[in-house]
């Protein structure tokens, strides 16, 4: 059988921060520094890098709950 390919997530995020940088600038940034997660949801439905970087982080956080 074939070994199942172990994903590389440091090299899937080109630019870190990114996101995070936009958010602060539409003001969705908590006071404890995490983005809101209506905000990620809302700016997952667009189009272009701010759509692809959002939609990005919803995986990532499904990732992270599973541990």
Known sequence: MAQKKKLN??????????????????????????IKKSWISKMAKKKGKIGQRARFAKTLAKLRKKK
């Open 9 to 34: 997530i440091k090299k899937a995020i080109k630019k870190p921060g990114a996101l995070t940088a936009s958010a602060k600038r539409a003001g969705a940034v908590k006071k404890d520094g995490t």
